[in-house]
């Protein structure tokens, strides 16, 4: 029972409907407590009553744990993944869950995993590395949530819920200075400006240098020494010392979110939340782990010096130039293609901001009305050096501008003496992207420098209706109903650096691709509670991931939609509190059939021939089983200890001939797996309160995870695996007896395991190379933190 963990926190009985006081309450417990209440069935209700796989985690059990941002929870969450991705897909999520996700940040690509901060629809993986700023709870909801969350929560949903202005005047200041000259800053205020009117601010702001450093290779290898014996050779570009161009993997965040809320009696509740994020970095690290292309319009054009393992610079270092040089390297040289000298400036600059408002309003007893509108926009700029070296092989920029809007409306009920409640709602989406992007991929078999500027028009219309109605005393059913229409259309630009048009690519521009599609997602769930300690249910639920363009054409021929991904799941579990509310343990076991997947074919001869392809497409079918368990050991005498472990089992039962099979042997077979889909996963923490009297309290905490091994792409091969790891992290913290004072001593990472995050293997589109994100080292940091 200690493989297994939810963390837990105290909440208030009271739960008037739209309060949520105890989402309130929840935010001032410790790590461990008595219970915790969530919202995902659009009511409140106990973790322990909700007929569904959520691990639901507290501010105090997110602190103690060392983890500041939304991509670190999953740790011990069974079954989740999500991984901040590499320099290629600027700041951006791989996000999967019980092995359905999406890992491409393009717009034209709906996510798998449905992200949410208040309930808000976050629509891309863009600028989801979300910091946890003042958070009440996590809830990490597993298994398709087609009819409770709606479209792209095919594998799951992840759900951040922001701490709700009381106007009780309490606040916190803390700081943390810690390797590489960390330092963080998180502070937050709630006050009164009047009656029945309340203002929570809340801000963050963290800086820390890169661990990747970013060397010259001339400066570390002079031209005429063993690796760089070429005449001219690779000049130095750096005047430094120890030749060190710049530290990837560096922190640079501001955020603030400010609410203001309106609630002058328990009928009426009216949040307005405003944000903003700014995010001014150096690139994710990379290193290069594999280097072998012989290509003459790589070295020939650059210097004249090969490409290969002489590049592979170490664990936490790179070659990469952002140096994209001019030249014809075609011969003979192609009328109208002039090359452009570029050079990116390896860093990512993401501004965002969003305003959103929610709306309770108590009709009477027995009927509610719930409002959730926003309002988001970002722009983002990043520039990558996929192959992590000063010679021009494959290097980019990306400009991505985003709004959207959208409009959540429920009515929720309640009949027959409460034992029967039912909600009814519509959403509607509106979104636009425009991706623009200069690409210089000088491995391809045709010359491609050229610059795109790609608007993405995409909107949603979805009405839903959920009822959970207790049949007979204990035996309570839960079902769902969901109708969603979709629309995309994408329109193409090709044309060279100087904005003539491009030679090779120009009939793609001004080529528009649409798509439109429609599905109805359901649930039937039944529920029943053998004791006050024992909880049981069965379901069967469906969900999808939205069709769309294929974003990234060589050719017209590419210009192809494709169809959503479906998965229906059936899951059985339990939820058990034992030994006198000591222990809770809860588990969940499931089979899933997944249809249509959407993989993205890097070999498509059959449409525009040997050129290059990165079309996504539905390639095949497969059966997902697998099982999860939790647990919280809580004795109430200062012990506590959680812990969380997970099996799954990804099969594939058909695969389309395009895609992969027998008849193409470098495409997706049977026996592999979706990318970033371990089998096997446990964490396991504890902590003990030692009393110290008037001196106030010592709390040693330690946590351990292991992941096994994944791979990075559709196509699993020895270049894209990503080797099984176990991690350590420990902290130490002292609160005096008010506990309005605590100092915490952190490490992470504790016994300096090298591990790769994410790997970008372009070997079989003939790239040549294998580029990786390395975690971070052994980290240490010290906190002080003051609650008023």
Known sequence: MTLASPALAQSDDAKAAGDQTAQ?????????????VVTAQFRE?????????????????????????????????????????????????????????????????????????????????TGAIFDLLDLDRVEVLRG??????????IGG?????????TGDGSGYVSGTYGSRNRMDLRASADFKLAPDLYMRLAGVAKKQEGYVKRLDFGCVNPPGSALNPAVGGVQPTTNAGNCVVARDGQVNYQAVRGQLRYNPSDRIDINIIGDYTNDDRTDAASILLQANNANPNIRGNAVNVPYDSRFVCGRYCNYASYFSPAGAWLTPPVAGYPLIETRGDGRTKFKGWGLSGQADFQITDSLQLQSITSYREYTLHFT?????????????????????????????????????????????????????????????????????????????????????????????????????EEHKDYTFSRRNRDGTLNPFLGALD????????????????????????????????????GGGIGPRPFNPAQVRPFGPETLTAYEVGFKSDLFDRVVRFNGAAFYSDYKDIQLTLLSCPQFGGPGPCALPQNAGNAHIKGFELETTIDPRNGLLIDGSFSYLDFKYTSINPQAGGPSAPGGVQVGMVPPYTPAWKWAVGIQYEIDLGGSGSLTPRFDANYQSKIWSNAVNKPS???????????????????????????????????????SFDLTGAGAGFVGAQPARPREWAVTVKKTF
């Open 45 to 125: 209700q106990k973790l322990q009553d909700t007929p569904l796989a959520i691990t639901a985690v507290n501010a105090a059990m997110l602190e103690a744990r060392s983890q500041t941002d939304i991509s670190q929870i999953t740790a011990q969450a069974p079954n989740v993944t999500l991984k901040p991705q590499g320099a290629a897909f600027g700041p951006s999520l791989a996000a999967s869950i019980r092995g359905v996700g999406q890992y491409d940040f393009n717009p034209a690509l709906e996510p798998g995993v449905g992200l949410y901060v208040d309930d808000v629809y976050y629509a891309t993986l």
């Open 720 to 758: 894209n695996q990503i080797a099984a790891y176990t991690l350590a992290n420990a902290r130490l913290t002292w609160r005096n007896a008010d506990r309005d004072l605590e100092i915490s001593a952190e490490v992470t990472n504790l016994f300096d395991k090298y591990y790769l995050l994410t």
């Open 24 to 36: 309130s309450a929840a935010s001032t417990a410790d790590a461990g407590g008595s219970e915790i």
């Open 144 to 153: 398709p949530q087609g009819t409770l969350a709606g479209k792209n929560s």
């Open 510 to 545: 001004g080529v528009t691709g649409n798509y439109d599609g429609n599905r109805v997602d359901w649930r039937a769930n039944l529920q029943y509670r053998f004791s006050p300690s024992l909880m049981t249910y069965a379901q069967v639920s469906t969900g999808f991931k």
């Open 384 to 484: 990558n050096d996929d192959d992590a070296s000063p010679l021009s092989i494959g290097n980019g920029e990306g400009d991505l501008d985003y709004w959207g809007f959208t409009q959540e409306l429920r009515l929720n009920g309640q009949m027959l003496n409460d034992t029967l409640n039912w909600t009814l709602g519509g959403f509607y989406l509106d979104q636009r992207s425009t991706y623009a992007t200069f690409q210089d991929l000088r491995y391809a078999p045709i010359p491609l420098q050229f610059q795109g500027d790609d608007p993405v028009n995409a909107d949603t219309k979805a009405v839903f209706g959920a009822v959970s109605w207790e049949l007979v005393k204990d035996l309570t059913f839960n079902g769902g109903l969901r109708y969603t």
């Open 157 to 165: 949903a992840v759900k951040l819920y922001s701490k709700k202005p």
